[in-house]
């Protein structure tokens, strides 16, 4: 067996990235089959996926009025910045809309693939060393809505994300959905 700290690092970060991911699809279980995900994205398919969700006591509708404002998520996310719809003057996504943003130190382009008001939306990033499909289900309850998002990932940048973050974008995704109930439960916005 190898004595260098650096293999025992690099172990160790593995096998919490594989446990993170395997739980993050057991979590997912009970609606991921709700998802409908781009061909090869599936939680089966991914090197890296993540599962959250939120109950907000907010009308779907007005979670999606939200949600689909991208070019405002930097004023309330700090996962995201740069974020652009080049073919929306209003920086609203629609369907099939092309949107470029930042996050975790990578710039990415992707194509809204799903898009239906005011329950689905998801994008697809296809990139040289990461790609993913990043899904939103919005679905209604007797207090508002539960909001899940889940993304899955493939490309050769997954490893590093497994082994030396495994958890960052998990967390991030937490903050999102935070920031997002508390947008949607201000009384100005609307609520339920």
């Not at 979670?63 to 700090?78: C, H, T």
């Not at 990415?108 to 994008?123: H, Q, S």
């Not at 050769?156 to 995704?173: A, D, G, M, R």
Request: proline letters at 6%; aromatic letters at 12%; one cysteine or more.
């Amino acid at each position: 067996m190898a004595k260098n700290p650096f293999f025992y690092l690099l172990l160790c970060g593995l096998l919490t990235g594989c446990y993170s991911l395997k739980k993050s699809i057991k979590e997912s279980k009970p609606y991921s089959s709700q998802i409908n995900w781009a061909e090869g994205y599936t939680p089966a398919d991914a090197q890296f996926f993540i599962h959250n969700a939120i109950e907000i006591e907010a009308s779907p509708q007005t979670v999606w009025d939200i949600l689909i404002q991208a070019e405002d998520w930097p004023n309330w996310y700090e996962g995201m910045s740069g974020v652009k719809v080049p073919a929306a003057s209003d920086g609203i996504l629609f369907d099939s809309a092309a949107v470029q943003f930042r996050t975790m130190g990578l710039d990415f382009d992707a194509t809204i693939v799903e898009f239906e008001p005011p329950t689905r939306l998801g994008w697809l990033s296809v990139q040289k060393r990461i790609s993913g499909y990043h899904a939103w289900l919005i679905i209604p309850t007797e207090k508002g809505c539960k909001v899940i998002t889940d993304e899955s990932q493939k490309g050769s940048l997954t490893f590093l994300q497994k082994v030396f973050v495994p958890n960052k974008l998990k967390k991030l995704h937490d903050i999102w959905l935070a920031e997002l109930k508390k947008k949607a439960e201000q009384p100005s916005s609307g609520t339920f």
